[in-house]
């Protein structure tokens, strides 16, 4: 029987990198492991939604239970640790809340969800966050005004927003601060085992033992990485769109322009890294004396286009 962790928790809490966290520790030890990514296309506890739209919100409701009940019928017969990220809260809720669906309704499904895998014995990491509107304005400052505006511009639709006279970002942070709470009040009452990790007062090095003691699997830190072997792979590189910049950042390589401002690389073996909090491969290329000329991403499908190709080193 396979073994299920979600992983949920506010934007920007750190859901992507605990759910890599955990996968690569499975893996370190030689174990089958599966993490969903939230955004991934297929997804196998999202289905897909008929061709001629949802006729209402039981039909939506019923489409999903009967998703995850398939899943857990399959899962029966699989030896794999599976890692789901914002399935279980975040995806239903924020498809429910923004178009102002009743509360009691969004919980219902939730717990039609938790029922229909309580076969797998289904595990929960949940990160909170005290103040979600310090938590998104933080989120906006990391990621940047390309990253903010856009999603400021979307919430304009939001009918959760437009019911009650808001808009700009005060409409915004007013719903991040309800799905917050409605998410919090969903956990409080969820039949599942649990761990709540408080992401403002707590380190990320405390969350991750933590977390490892919680599901079971020793805790081991990343692996030292020599900074001879690492600086062969810095500089510039290019694929006829846009540059990256690898740099050495604390004794850990840095991309710079893959995805956000900058995302560390996680060895896996020898010209082989994970991208932090991001369902993409970068496997490096070397010529016959070792020089690194390229390197190349890979993954799997997302709803939105992830980096692919081969970026060739710059001169």
Same mark, same amino acid.
């Given at each position: ?5 979600? /992983? ?14 955990? =996968? ?12 969903? !990514?939230? /955004? ?13 739209? !949802? ?14 009940? =398939?899943?857990? =019928?399959?899962?029966?017969?699989? &030896? /794999? ?10 995806? *239903? ?8 669906? &009743? ?15 309580? *076969?797998?014995? *289904? ?22 005004? /390309? ?26 942070? =007013? ?111 070397? &010529? ?18 992830? *980096? ?8």
């Amino acid at each position: 029987m396979s073994r299920l962790i979600f /992983v949920e928790g506010f934007p920007g809490a750190g859901k992507s990198t605990t759910a890599q966290f955990l =996968a690569r520790q499975f893996a370190r030890r030689g174990g089958r492991v599966r993490w969903i !990514y939230e /955004v991934e296309v297929p997804n196998p506890l999202v289905p897909s939604p008929p061709a001629d739209g !949802y006729e209402s919100w039981e039909q939506f409701a019923d489409r999903r239970e009967a998703r995850w009940r =398939a899943f857990a =019928a399959a899962a029966a017969d699989e &030896d /794999v640790t599976v890692i789901p990220e914002s399935a279980l809260l975040q995806l *239903p809720v924020f498809t429910m809340l923004r178009r102002n669906v &009743d509360p009691s309704r969004i919980i219902a499904l939730v717990n039609r969800l938790v029922a229909a895998i309580s *076969p797998l014995r *289904p595990t929960l990491v949940y990160l909170a966050r005290q103040n979600p509107e310090a938590a998104f304005r933080a989120i906006g400052e990391s990621r940047g005004l /390309v990253w903010l505006l856009p999603v400021i511009a979307n919430s304009a639709g939001f009918a959760f927003i437009q019911a009650r006279g808001l808009s700009g970002l005060d409409g915004l942070l =007013a719903y991040w601060r309800a799905h917050a709470d409605l998410c919090g009040e969903i956990v409080e009452h969820m039949d599942v085992r649990k761990l709540v990790l408080d992401v403002d007062t707590d380190t990320w090095a405390e969350r991750r033992r933590r977390i490892c003691d919680f599901v079971g699997v020793p805790h081991e830190e990343e692996p030292p990485q020599s900074p001879a072997e690492l600086a062969r792979m810095t500089g510039r590189y290019a694929d006829g769109k846009r540059e990256v910049t690898l740099e050495i950042i604390d004794g850990r390589l840095v991309a710079r322009g893959i995805i956000w401002l900058a995302s560390a690389l996680l060895p896996v073996r020898r010209n082989v890294f994970d991208l932090e909090s991001w369902p993409v491969r970068v496997s490096f290329d070397e &010529d016959v004396t070792g020089q690194v000329r390229a390197f190349r991403c890979s993954g799997p499908p997302l709803a939105w286009s992830p *980096p692919s190709g081969v970026f060739t080193r710059v001169a």
